[in-house]
């Protein structure tokens, strides 16, 4: 059982900043791959970010050049730095790791860019 913490959403005006972030109860070591999601009232949640055991990167379209994933092994922690942020960029967000044979959810945190 992995339990998953996230924190650092809120209130942003649009073309700011945040940085999420998710704290895993397992050590890194042991995830096959680890991301954000995000799902906005009425839609589907979407893949944000996703990051491999080996550390390569993948974005969706729409936050590409703006939205930064990382991970720090010593502190099992991921990291999600959101920078130039648009309206259409409010939502839950989500990380989500992988531990064979299961995919594990945080339990969200808002973002709300809105002047």
């Known amino acids: 059982q992995v339990q998953l913490v996230e924190s650092g959403g809120g209130l942003v005006q649009p073309g700011g900043s945040v940085r999420l972030s998710c704290t895993a109860s397992v050590s890194f070591a042991s995830l096959s791959t680890m991301g954000w999601y995000r799902q906005a009232p009425g839609k589907q949640r979407e893949l944000v970010a996703t990051m491999s055991s080996s550390g390569s990167t993948g974005y969706g379209d729409s936050v590409k050049g703006r939205f930064t994933i990382s991970r720090d092994n010593a502190k099992n922690t991921m990291n999600l730095q959101m920078n130039s942020l648009k309206p259409e960029d409010t939502a839950v967000y989500y990380c989500?790791?992988?531990?064979?044979?299961?995919?594990?959810w945080g339990q969200g945190t808002q973002v709300t860019v809105s002047s």
């Open positions: 989500n790791v992988y531990l064979w044979p299961q995919s594990y």
